[in-house]
């Protein structure tokens, strides 16, 4: 196995790294990879699924960042993750809350981040960490949230200008892969009807999924699963878990997946397996 790999994941709140990629940086962070996660916000306005914790949600007593900080930390433990950043520092850039709702238009929002301050700002972890792969959302941040939709774009802008001797501070360095989250259509189909919440009747109604021909990567993490259902429990405030089944706020049943699936968006793409995916984010 090749030395010196380096993997950089950026996720918009606590929690997404876990329901996303989690088997993925438990299986690189195993293997001895250096995996580095940029987190860029709090999740100030998450929802808060136990009864006895809802006096922290923004519109009481504005205290579930610190606490969600916190979950974070317990998921990275989980997952093997020792290298964990806030993009900006803690509380840089506040949660947007969901498309269409005020909190979108609070000056000091993620959403309302200038590209250039934010991915300066992911630059100089780029460049510190020289990572080989950079990990983030597609330009739709895959279910439309505007904070995952300005992770792939600060995360898109970083890589492109990571290079660049005029952006930024720090030694120059050019990551040569960059990919995003996918869900095949065929993994949602399988999900319909199954696990102990509220049940879709169709893949459609998750929100989220893609044909599966746009999906290029997918990583066999299955070892990992246990992981990720840790790192999944560690984030109480906002998700429900239930054998290998999790639920968000909305009660409706997603399988937690120890299959990871991506879509190469700029780089060369690797050897492919049998089912003509890549299966090494490196190549």
Not at 189 to 195: D, L, P, Q, S
Request: proline share 6%; glycine share 12%; charged share 25%.
């Amino acid at each position: 196995m090749p030395r010196d790999r380096r993997i950089l994941f950026v996720h918009a709140h606590p929690d997404d790294e876990s329901i996303g990629t989690g088997a993925t940086m438990a299986k690189y962070a195993a293997e001895g990879a250096h995996v580095c996660l940029v987190t860029c916000t709090l999740g100030e306005e998450g929802d808060v699924v136990p009864a006895g914790l809802r006096h922290l949600a923004s519109a009481r007593e504005n205290r579930l960042g610190p606490h969600r900080e916190g979950e974070l930390s317990r998921a990275c433990a989980a997952l093997g993750v020792k290298d964990h950043r806030l993009l900006g520092g803690a509380g840089r850039w506040r949660d947007s809350g969901m498309m269409g709702t005020p909190t979108n238009d609070d000056p000091t929002c993620f959403f309302r981040a200038d590209l250039d301050e934010a991915a300066a700002e992911l630059v100089g972890i780029v460049r510190e960490v020289r990572p080989q792969v950079v990990v983030t959302y597609d330009d739709n941040g895959y279910y439309g949230h505007p904070d995952h939709i300005q992770a792939h774009r600060v995360a898109w802008r970083a890589f492109e200008k990571a290079a660049d001797p005029s952006f930024g501070t720090g030694e120059p360095w050019r990551p040569s892969r960059f990919y995003v989250t996918a869900m095949p259509m065929s993994e949602l189909k399988r999900a319909v009807g199954t696990g102990p919440f509220d049940r879709v009747r169709s893949a459609e109604d998750f929100g989220f999924g893609i044909p599966d021909e746009q999906v290029t990567t997918r990583i066999d993490a299955t070892g990992y699963l246990e992981a990720k259902l840790a790192a999944l429990r560690a984030h109480h405030t906002q998700l429900s878990v239930d054998g290998p089944f999790f639920a968000l706020s909305d009660n409706v049943g997603q399988p937690a997946l120890g299959t990871e699936y991506y879509t190469l968006l700029a780089g060369m793409p690797g050897p492919l397996g049998r089912d003509g995916h890549e299966t090494d984010l490196f190549g």
